[in-house]
T-cell receptor, first 114, second 111 residues
Framework: ETGVTQSPTHLIKTRGQQVTLRCSSQ?????VSWYQQALGQGPQFIFQ???????GRGNFPPRFSGLQFPNYSSELNVNALELDDSALYLC?????????????FGPGTRLTVL | GQQLNQNPQSMFIQEGEDVSMNCTSS?????WLWYKQDPGEGPVLLIA?????ELTSNGRLTAQFGITRKDSFLNISASIPSDVGIYFC???????????FGTGTRLKVLA
């Protein structure tokens, strides 16, 4: 039990739609990262938010965007969904002042795009 | 996206056997991490390594940070059925926040 929760657990969308995924971090965790994990692959870093601002991004297009809120929750938004966006989306939270390894992952949201 | 190479991709072993897996990169990392992921769960951190040559244990798990800083190794001794899962390595370069994960080693234990 990492104290990080994600919703929904599963989601089915069609190509071209928009989706919002949610993550609730542990209290005090001021940094949240989002990852995309395709079937049979390792997680791929999407972006990181610190104190409600994006402060790092992986190789993902602008249609992937996020928000972080003062109550330690965050969102991942994906516009104009494509079939290749089907994946497990993981959020991970930590306290910025602590060492970078103490990053706690949520169980993920399984997104299927038809 | 960039991923680290993990070997083997999958393995079947008998309960009680020792397991070895490795992770290699073309880039240098300052931190190596090993995670285990069970079905329907997010990755759980097993071991973190911070210095080249470092050898760290966590129960039956032992991991090493390669001298070249481009590889890492994970050993599991006396495997048990609950060791089943996917093991991922992840590297972190100095001054960055961007974890690069490996392709995973899928471990299956035969009782």
């Amino acid at each position: 039990e990492t104290g990080v929760t994600q919703s929904p657990t599963h989601l089915i969308k069609t190509r071209g739609q928009q989706v919002t995924l949610r993550c609730s971090s542990q209290s005090g965790h001021n940094t949240v990262s989002w990852y995309q994990q395709a079937l049979g692959q390792g997680p791929q870093f999407i972006f990181q938010y610190y104190r409600e601002e994006e402060n790092g991004r992986g190789n993902f297009p602008p249609r992937f965007s996020g928000l972080q809120f003062p109550n330690y929750s965050s969102e991942l938004n994906v516009n104009a969904l494509e079939l290749d966006d089907s994946a497990l989306y993981l959020c991970a939270s930590r306290i910025e002042q602590e060492s970078t390894d103490t990053q706690y992952f949520g169980p993920g949201t399984r997104l299927t795009v038809l | 996206g960039q991923q680290l190479n993990q070997n083997p991709q999958s393995m079947f072993i008998q309960e009680g056997e020792d397991v070895s897996m490795n992770c290699t990169s073309s880039s240098i990392f300052n931190t190596w991490l090993w995670y285990k992921q069970d079905p329907g769960e997010g990755p759980v951190l097993l071991i973190a390594l911070y210095k080249a040559g470092e050898l760290t244990s966590n129960g039956r798990l032992t991991a090493q940070f390669g001298i070249t800083r481009k590889d890492s190794f994970l050993n599991i001794s006396a495997s048990i059925p609950s060791d089943v899962g996917i093991y991922f390595c992840a590297g972190l370069s100095g001054g960055t926040y961007k974890y690069i994960f490996g392709t995973g080693t899928r471990l299956k234990v035969l009782a």
